[in-house]
């Protein structure tokens, strides 16, 4: 993770989408006779971002909630004035999967605007099978509508429903949403919130355990808020990553590296709640982990789309290095979604999705913070925009 | 500061570059028959942000100072490897004046595509008579070309130039740099760097008392590092701000009160050194004090034009709430600078400078942080940025 391949004066020929060649700008030239020529004028041209950790359907926003934590109240005080993750759940049941599809169109904007061409996403604001389907749908509506590559997770045990036993939801994921979501093919991950008061160590085992026969693959929502075991959970699974890691210690780095499971920092959530307990990146690339670096976005925790954002917040608040930071934010990304031979790099047989940014070193990016800097944005070789 | 004037579905008729009316869309409209209208379709409008705190002139960047600190290395470490304040002066003096233009016109853009349209610039990369003259002349120029209005200040006591004594340095401020500004009248503000290592409070006074008697006004770094007494010293000086305050007691507090000096908080400095030490903003807003938000824009430790990030860490890490945010960020900013009467405001007879984001609570501005919302900029009632 600690060096990048950058190529100064460097081009790439695209053919149908793809990239055929990369490598000094002078050479390409000349294996290219008539080709359509697009001067990037010593602009900085990264591989587009992927976003591995985003909830991105759901309707409404969490305003209130952003004004009384900035007036310093509680989760606990914000929970009881009809916040948290409820308000949001309620938001998106009441809403059609034509307004959910028309909101998740506007974000997805804001992820390419912000250089960002392949996401996750997870559904978990439904938690009734006809709600999460929705979801679950709306991704797959708008993967064919917009140029935002979009990798479906089911997170039906985001939260328990209301008026519903922990172990009888369980049940009804385990019997109707999964055969549903796997029949359908409506989701590649399956993901759980591993804590204290949503779905503990056992509880997380059994559903995952039942995602995995239907064929998903494995995501968790680790140690958060407290060091449960989520990690740990992660290794013996063999999930694909284990995500937030706030909490997670030297036992948990150390099973997540025998097993080969990917951590995936989320530090907008960390600052979006104020907090300054960041997961401790540099023990976990330290210790050889692919570390992931993901948006998070969400309405309650994290409202960015960002990816310029994060790095710059693993860069000044988690001491991860710039070339370690654009590593986590693409390739490794790439990998954790099971889509690392497609995006990811810029290397000849890969899509030619990149994006244009208006600066001369690639390190800017992270440094001039909150500035946007994007110039134009590529997917599979068309332009789908910028200035 | 715990309130704005909001008006739902309002309107504003403009004149010559200023505000005529301001009131309810559909009043506003009965009373301008035959006026251009410009539908803002329920976005949210704001007055232009004024920026308190920026060192816009300079050239090059630290890129490498970042990526050092990042890499965890100490203040003295990047010193030593020839970074910090020196590499920004030593390139500066190396630049041509038009060099000097071209990179503030590419920051201005900066500022005005985030939503601002007044910033306080202040001198500080020369250190010498005639470099210090030339950032100055250079603000004068983009004054000109740019739709940015630019508030100047002299910050010639930035550090003392190497191979020179102190007070040989400050003989050098008094008897030549500060006359010869005062009669060009090339800043309208005096600042110092009061801080243990560069002026103590001492030599501050000294300056700033030259700098008085010579008809410009006053601000000071105050307590950034340690808490030297900086406020206090603004407070005797009855200077109009003291700016940075991380390190400032109850006794800085009271004495900003009783002298009626705003407080200049400058949140992103903090954030970008990876510190946690923000300033109090919750016990200045308590004591009454008329708190003001600034990026402190530079190339070391802010390297941010965006006021609406500044928003961000204002509520989520100085818990400021979002009326607080936009007030310091706008009309407080405009009475630090003697502005009050023309900007920071939409109030009749002021000018028309305001920016239209592409939202419906201008709560949005701070809460969906890094991501570019700004659809449109207006200087004296003309578009000078936008889609």
Redesign the interface.
């Known amino acids: 993770m600690g060096g990048l391949a950058i190529i100064r004066d460097g081009g790439m020929l695209i053919r149908d989408g793809k990239i055929e060649l990369v490598g000094l700008s002078d050479e390409i030239e000349k294996k290219s006779r008539g080709a359509e020529i697009v001067d990037a004028c010593g602009r900085v041209v990264l591989p587009g971002f992927v976003d591995a950790h985003t909830h991105l359907v759901f309707a409404g926003?969490r305003?209130d909630d952003?004004?009384r934590?900035?007036?310093?109240e509680s989760y606990e005080q914000i929970s009881k004035a009809a916040g948290g993750i409820w308000s949001t759940v309620e938001k998106t049941r009441a809403a059609s999967e034509h307004d959910l599809l028309v909101e998740a169109k506007k974000r997805a904007d804001?992820f390419l605007?912000?250089g960002t061409t392949t996401i996750e996403a997870k559904s978990g604001y439904g938690l009734t099978l006809e709600d999460e389907l929705t979801i679950l749908r709306v991704m797959r509506s708008l993967n064919k509508q917009s140029s935002l590559e979009i990798v479906p997770t089911f997170l039906g045990a985001h939260a328990v429903p209301r008026g519903m036993d922990t172990d009888e939801y369980i049940g009804l994921m385990i019997d109707q949403m999964l055969p549903h979501i796997a029949r359908e093919k409506l989701a590649a991950f399956c993901d759980v919130f591993c804590e204290r008061g949503y779905f503990d160590v056992e509880q997380s085992r059994k559903i995952l355990t039942a995602a995995r026969k239907l064929g998903l693959r494995l995501r968790i929502h680790a140690d958060q808020l407290s060091n449960l075991g989520g990690a740990k959970l992660a290794a013996e699974l063999k999930a694909a990553t284990a995500d937030h890691l706030e909490k997670t210690d030297e036992q948990g780095i150390a099973a997540m590296k025998s097993a080969g499971v990917q951590p995936v920092l989320l530090p907008?959530s960390v600052?979006?709640?104020?907090s300054?307990g960041y997961p401790r990146a540099?023990e976990m690339i330290e210790a050889g982990l692919a570390v992931v670096l993901a948006t998070d976005f969400n309405p309650g925790s994290s409202?960015?789309?960002?990816m310029?954002?994060i790095l710059?917040l693993a860069?000044?608040?988690m001491?991860?290095?710039?070339p370690e930071a654009v590593t986590a934010a693409t390739i490794n990304a790439a990998h954790s979604l099971n889509r690392g031979n497609k995006v990811g790099s810029l290397e000849p047989g890969k899509l030619a999705n990149f994006s244009v940014f208006d600066c001369a070193?690639y390190?800017?990016l992270?440094?001039?913070?909150?500035?946007?800097q994007m110039h134009s944005v590529y997917v599979r070789g068309e332009r789908v925009t910028g200035a």
């Open positions: 926003n305003l952003f004004e934590r900035a007036r310093g804001w605007r912000c907008g600052y979006a709640l104020g300054s540099r409202p960015t789309a960002s310029p954002m710059s860069c000044t608040q001491k991860m290095s710039p070193d390190r800017e992270a440094y001039w913070f909150g500035i946007p």
